[in-house]
């Protein structure tokens, strides 16, 4: 079983950053973050592969948005620049066998940590 803790959220002005972190205990293989904003779909943000060799970056994140890994300490990281009121969302780190951009790809998730960026 795997179980995963996300922490680093908070409320910024647009334009600021933050450093989303999430805490793996047990065998994790892929790894991505989501974010589901009030009203909306949970949506894919970025993912990265066990070796960390590999990422996926949603379109709208990139050059803003960069995704790590830390494997001696089990974390991933999403480190959020230039962060924009539309960035606002709960974001959800997941933990799956294969480095996909939908949800059904993922088998364990966190609990979600909430961003706010203001205007």
């Known amino acids: 079983q795997v179980q995963l803790v996300e922490s680093g959220g908070g409320l910024v002005q647009a334009g600021g950053s933050l450093r989303l972190s999430c805490a793996a205990s047990g065998r994790t293989f892929s790894m991505g973050w989501f974010r589901q904003a009030p009203g909306k779909e949970r949506e894919f943000v970025a993912a990265?592969?066990?070796?960390?060799?590999?990422?996926n970056v949603k379109d709208s994140v990139k050059g803003r948005f960069t995704i790590s890994r830390d494997n001696a300490k089990n974390t991933v990281n999403l480190q959020m620049n230039s962060l924009k009121p539309e960035d606002t969302a709960v974001y959800f780190c997941?933990?799956?066998?294969?480095?996909?951009?939908?949800?059904?790809?993922?088998?364990?998730w966190g609990q979600g940590t909430q961003v706010t960026v203001s205007s």
């Open positions: 990265i592969s066990w070796s960390g060799g590999n990422t």
């Open positions: 997941a933990a799956g066998a294969r480095m996909g951009w939908y949800r059904y790809d993922y088998d364990y």
